[in-house]
């Protein structure tokens, strides 16, 4: 019987893809180049150094592990400058309602997310107070489809795998949840969430009620 719930942030509940997107592109320019919103999908769900290999990458830019650094955190300070400004209202259509019904309804729920400034969305969202557990970029060392962050999860509600469902948009974030015994709801494209036990458009579309058919 399903206990726990586990939910990805950006692309689950809130939509901070777009900002990620204008703060990497802005550091692109700085570089000489651009890129795509296509090739932005590229970088949902995957972690802050893997997604600026990535853009270095698309750019053909070479550089030390040192300006790296100082690179992830130029398009980290200015993401952060977005972010602080993000509103209840950015809440994703549905989410709100899905995480009353599922605290009415008793679930424990815990964020299982890659971003290092969960913290700071989940806040100023006023989505904080969901959670008995926070499992973020801060806490694991393994990035999706390693299933560290959703087995920590399941672990901080005390339950096991098995009683979980991750909530994903990403296709590595699916695959982490099965690799880690958890049912997995894809929220996004069944052609590319394959490996997910159920596929819906957004959370607007599922009800409490369908976790008991899973
Ligand atoms: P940060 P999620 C992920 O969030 C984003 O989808 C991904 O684009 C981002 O690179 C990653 O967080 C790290 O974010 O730079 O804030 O640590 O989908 O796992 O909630
Ligand atoms: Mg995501």
Not at 49 to 70: I, P, R, T
Not at 127 to 133: K, N, P, Q, S, V
Not at 141 to 165: H, M, N, R, T, W
Not at 172 to 195: P, S, T, V, Y
């Amino acid at each position: 019987k399903i206990k726990g719930l586990l939910f990805d942030l950006d692309g689950v509940l809130v939509d901070t893809a777009v900002y990620h997107y204008k703060a990497w592109l802005r550091l692109a320019k700085t570089m000489g180049f651009t890129f795509s919103e296509l090739q932005n999908e590229e970088l949902k769900g995957i972690s802050r150094m893997d997604s600026l290999d990535k853009v270095l990458a698309w750019g053909n830019v070479q550089k030390s592990a040192e300006e790296k650094l100082a690179l992830a955190t130029q398009k980290n300070d200015w993401y952060v400058e977005m972010i602080n400004k993000m509103t209840p209202a950015e809440v994703l259509p549905g989410a709100l309602n899905f995480l009353q019904q599922a605290k009415q309804a008793g679930y424990k729920m815990a964020l299982g997310s890659a971003s290092k400034n969960s913290a700071t969305i989940l806040k100023n969202t006023n989505l904080a107070h969901f959670f008995d557990a926070i499992v973020d970029g801060n806490s694991v060392s393994k990035s999706k489809p390693d299933p560290e962050v959703f087995l920590k999860g399941a672990q901080e509600l005390a339950l096991q795998p098995q009683q979980c469902v991750v909530f994903e948009d990403a296709e590595a974030g699916i695959i982490a949840a099965k690799r880690g015994g958890m049912k997995a709801i894809g929220i996004g494209d069944k052609n590319i969430l394959k490996q997910a036990d159920k596929v819906v458009a957004g959370l607007g579309q599922l009800s409490v009620k369908n976790l008991e058919e899973l």
